[in-house]
């Protein structure tokens, strides 16, 4: 896809937490309309990277620009046009999902809320605890309050880290196929997981991170025509543990 | 018992730790000797204007409200592992997947936070007295007694407030009926005895006449204090299955004006539904201010006319900065890190929502200045209570950010907020010993606390947000 705009593109980007590496020297693009799953086992630096694209944390090293805006000098503009999932839920304690989603609209300057929300309630089947307190709510009912917040400004690109993680199976269904509908209406989506069946099933392209370095990037089609599986992919690559 | 309670210690230990290093941790407790050791050395000299057994009552009354601040932080009710906890997932809420009930979690809780802040604020006060007592004159054994007695009141305050706060948990009725019977009783032992129950104290008791009977009859009454709490410790949500109407949109409506209302009428709620307003205004400010205010009353004499107000006020204002903290337990950054907000932007709010809070001080002011006769000194003793809370907070905000009741551990940050507090403290201090009006001119604490904050903004804003 020569010819796709650059949605994300980081370059040698690094971070380092005291003496432990958990990203190095990472160059990764995304381009616009693609669902984009960075691959990984537990602690390859998935999480951080996400952190580092949308300016929750900054880089030791590199550079990332999403949507054009630097995500390190100017984080508040990634988080302004994105939308974002984050690893662990945490929607305010004492707001209630429905005061939560009027909070967001809030910060956001999103026109229209009520309608939009009720929508969201009633696509992800939560309407019913739209006035329990956040606090209160299951794993599950407060991972769809998270998705609903990230995607009710219609953002051109959504990040998520592990976007199925607390979903039953029918929920699963239903997300994979929203994240589908969405990057064909010309949206990107970048997700982390390491559910690596949900990533060939939904991914158009991947990249698989392994001890904070990149190990592989490509279109998932690659693998589909010399007849290979993600998984199998994926697992021969880490037990490897080097460049293909 | 033993295993959860020392990895509840070491847990708490790597917490502070962790954050800003083994070695700056490690010198808090070494500092508060060190202020202790250097303190004591004055001692003599304070004899000269104040009474020993004067000072002695001041001590225990700072060490009383060190144990009511210790105890009030996030031991309010139902929500207190998850205030304290929470999102953090410690053993506090972990351990509650094993075969353990609620009570015996907490009262594991409970006795480590006593143990760990003892060994943190009270022993090395009281070990620095005691190594200078060979300077100073004073003998081994008062030294020793006086150590004895400031736990005795440290933990007093802690389990109170514990014993208050678990009644509060479960009925707000039974509270008030307990603080109305105390009240009551307070006036009847006054008006019986015609002493200041203040005197009654059990560990000032003890420190001034040292018998057996005295040093049970206080165990007795902190072990029934710290049981009934235990027993009346009630973890469950009570409001798992609660229906809220929509409180933000009204609130945000009635903010246009603010520089982030959707911010400020979060935190309103905050503090609403947790039942903070209240539990924090009792427990965390008004308990403490009135045990100093009646502590103070007793040092009348030796105050220039109408001191004893502006000493209360400045303590009004230096209490009234921790409300900052009020407002900053309930999230931490990671709540907002999904949204196009900056950690500048988040201490704008919080701030304005500490201005809402400010009323609180001056009303107190307004009701010791009446009851006390003072009412002509209103206006210079408010100036001077709020310019020294927004003066102690702006200190708060550029050291600490968002995270104060944990960076102030870090002794870096605890020996500068003593320095740049203590010093404006002394100066207004000796000026409204001159002349009481000269309290209206702590309004020029506006200029650093405006540039402190700015500076914090701007500290805050370029290092990676705390998740804490």
């Given at each position: 896809?020569?010819n796709?705009k650059?949605?994300i593109?980081?370059r040698?980007?690094?971070?380092?937490?005291?003496?432990?590496?958990?990203v190095?020297?990472?160059?990764l693009t995304?381009?616009?309309?693609?669902?984009f799953?960075l691959?990984?086992p537990?602690?390859s630096?998935?999480?951080?990277?996400i952190k580092m694209?949308?300016g929750?944390t900054?880089?030791?090293?590199?550079?990332?620009?999403?949507?054009?805006v630097?995500?390190q000098?100017?984080p508040?503009?990634v988080?302004?046009?994105?939308?974002?999932?984050?690893?662990?839920?945490?929607?305010p304690?004492f707001l209630?999902?429905?005061e939560?989603?009027?909070?967001?609209?809030?910060?956001?300057n999103?026109p229209?809320i009520e309608?939009k929300?009720?929508?969201?309630?009633?696509?992800?089947?939560?309407?019913d605890?739209?006035?329990?307190l956040?606090?209160?709510?299951?794993r599950?009912?407060r991972?769809?309050?998270m998705?609903?917040?990230a995607?009710?400004h219609?953002?051109e690109?959504a990040l998520?880290?592990?976007?199925?993680?607390?979903?039953?199976?029918?929920?699963q269904?239903?997300v994979?196929d929203?994240?589908?509908?969405?990057?064909?209406?010309?949206?990107t989506?970048?997700i982390?997981?390491?559910?690596?069946?949900?990533a060939e099933?939904?991914?158009?392209?991947?990249?698989?991170?392994?001890?904070?370095?990149?190990?592989h990037?490509g279109p998932?089609?690659?693998l589909?025509?010399?007849?290979?599986?993600l998984?199998?992919?994926?697992?021969s690559?880490?037990?490897k543990g080097?460049?293909? | 018992m033993?295993?959860l309670?020392?990895c509840?210690l070491?847990?708490?230990?790597?917490v502070?730790?962790?954050?800003f290093?083994n070695?700056?941790?490690?010198?808090?407790p070494?500092?508060i000797?060190?202020?202790?050791?250097?303190?004591?050395f004055?001692?003599?000299l304070m004899?000269?204007?104040?009474?020993?057994?004067?000072?002695?009552?001041?001590i225990?009354?700072?060490y009383?409200?060190?144990?009511?601040?210790?105890g009030?932080f996030?031991?309010l009710g139902?929500?207190?592992m998850?205030?304290?906890?929470?999102q953090a997932s410690?053993?506090?809420s972990?351990a509650?997947?094993?075969?353990l009930?609620?009570?015996?979690i907490f009262?594991?809780?409970?006795v480590?936070?006593?143990?760990?802040?003892?060994?943190?604020?009270?022993?090395p006060?009281g070990?620095?007295?005691i190594?200078?007592s060979?300077?100073t004159?004073?003998?081994?054994?008062s030294?020793l007694?006086?150590?004895?007695t400031?736990?005795?009141?440290f933990l007093?305050?802690?389990?109170?407030?514990?014993?208050l706060?678990t009644?509060y948990?479960?009925s707000?009725?039974?509270?008030?009926?307990?603080?109305?019977?105390?009240?009551v009783?307070w006036?009847?032992?006054?008006t019986i005895?015609g002493?200041?129950p203040?005197?009654?104290?059990?560990?000032?008791?003890l420190?001034?006449?040292?018998?057996?009977?005295?040093?049970?009859?206080?165990c007795a009454?902190?072990?029934?204090?710290?049981?009934i709490a235990i027993v009346?410790f009630?973890?469950?949500?009570v409001?798992?299955?609660?229906?809220y109407?929509?409180?933000f949109?009204?609130l945000?409506?009635?903010f246009?004006?603010?520089?982030h209302p959707?911010?400020t009428?979060?935190d309103?709620?905050d503090?609403?539904?947790?039942?903070s307003?209240?539990g924090?205004?009792?427990?965390?400010?008004?308990?403490p201010l009135?045990?100093i205010?009646f502590?103070?009353?007793?040092l009348?004499?030796?105050?220039?006319?109408h001191?004893?107000?502006?000493i209360?006020?400045i303590t009004t204002g230096?209490i009234a900065?921790?409300?900052?903290?009020?407002?900053?337990?309930?999230?931490?950054?990671?709540?907002?890190?999904?949204?196009?907000?900056?950690?500048?932007?988040l201490i704008?709010s919080?701030?304005?929502?500490?201005?809402f809070?400010?009323v609180?001080p001056?009303?107190f002011?307004a009701v010791?200045a009446?009851?006390?006769?003072?009412a002509?000194?209103?206006?210079?003793?408010?100036?001077?209570a709020v310019?020294v809370s927004?003066?102690?907070?702006a200190?708060?905000?550029?050291?600490?950010?968002l995270?104060?009741?944990?960076?102030?551990?870090?002794?870096?940050?605890f020996?500068?907020f003593?320095?740049l507090?203590?010093?404006?403290?002394?100066?207004?201090?000796?000026l409204?010993?001159?002349n009481?009006?000269?309290a209206?001119?702590s309004?020029?604490l506006?200029?650093p606390?405006?540039?402190?904050?700015q500076?914090?903004?701007r500290?805050?804003?370029?290092?990676?947000?705390?998740?804490?």
């Open positions: 896809m020569p796709m650059t949605i593109e980081a040698e980007l690094s971070k380092n937490y005291g003496d432990v590496q958990a190095n020297n990472v160059d995304v381009r616009k309309g693609a669902l799953g691959l990984g537990n602690g630096g998935k999480t951080t990277m694209l949308t929750q900054l880089p030791t090293g590199g550079t990332a620009t999403v949507l054009g630097d995500a000098t100017d508040v503009g988080r302004r046009q994105v939308g974002i999932i984050p690893e662990q839920e945490i929607p304690s209630t999902a429905q939560y989603l009027a909070f967001v609209a809030a910060v956001r999103i229209d309608t929300a009720e929508w969201w309630f009633e696509f992800l089947d939560f309407a605890k739209k006035q329990v956040c606090k209160d709510l299951s599950g009912t991972q769809k309050l998705f609903t917040q995607f009710i219609e953002p690109l998520i880290d592990e976007p199925l993680i607390n979903f039953d199976p029918i929920m269904d239903l994979k929203y994240l589908t509908d969405y990057v064909k209406k010309g949206n989506i970048f982390s997981t390491h559910i690596l069946e949900v099933e939904i991914c158009s392209e991947f990249a698989i991170l392994h001890k904070g370095r990149l190990l990037t998932v089609a690659e589909t025509a010399r007849d290979e599986h998984p199998s992919f994926f697992l690559l880490i037990r080097s460049h293909v | 033993f295993e309670f020392a509840m070491k847990e708490e230990w790597r502070h730790s962790t954050m290093g070695l700056s941790f490690a010198l808090f070494i500092m000797f060190g202020i202790a050791f250097m303190g004591s004055l001692i003599p004899q000269v204007a104040l009474p020993a057994g004067n000072l002695t009552l001041i225990h009354a700072n009383l409200m060190l144990g009511i601040m210790v009030g996030g031991l139902s929500e207190a998850n205030r304290r906890f929470g410690l053993l506090a972990s509650r997947s094993l075969p009930s609620e009570q015996f009262l594991n809780f409970v480590k936070d006593t143990v760990y802040y003892f060994f943190l604020w009270v022993f006060f070990f620095g007295y190594l200078a060979p300077f004159g004073v003998s081994w054994a030294a007694l006086l150590l004895l400031l736990t005795l009141s007093f305050g802690l389990c109170g407030v514990f014993f706060s009644i948990a479960r707000h009725a039974a509270l008030w009926l307990v603080l109305l019977t105390l009240g009783a006036a009847g032992l006054a005895t002493t200041n203040v005197l009654f104290f059990p560990p000032l008791l420190n001034s006449t040292f018998s057996w009977v005295n040093l049970l009859v206080s009454v902190l072990i029934l204090l710290f049981s009346l009630n973890p469950e949500s409001g798992s299955a609660k229906i109407k929509d409180s949109s009204p945000i409506a009635r246009p004006f603010m520089p959707s911010l009428a979060k309103i709620i503090l609403y539904r947790s039942g307003l209240i924090q205004t009792i427990f965390s400010f008004l308990l009135v045990i205010w502590i103070l009353s007793l009348g004499p030796f105050y220039p006319p001191g004893l107000l502006f209360i006020a230096v900065s921790t409300m900052y903290t009020w407002i900053t337990m309930f999230d931490s950054f990671g709540s907002y890190a999904c949204l196009p907000v900056a950690v500048s932007t704008t919080k701030l304005t929502t500490f201005s809070l400010q609180l001056c009303v002011i010791v009446l009851l006390s006769g003072e002509a000194f209103l206006i210079p003793a408010v100036v001077l310019s927004f003066y102690a907070v200190v708060v905000v550029w050291l600490c950010g995270s104060p009741t944990v960076l102030v551990y870090d002794v870096k940050v020996f500068l003593l320095v507090v203590g010093i404006v403290l002394s100066v207004f201090t000796g409204i010993f001159v009481p009006y000269y209206l001119s309004v020029v506006a200029i606390s405006w540039l402190l904050v500076k914090a903004k500290r805050w804003d370029s290092v990676d947000p705390a998740g804490f």
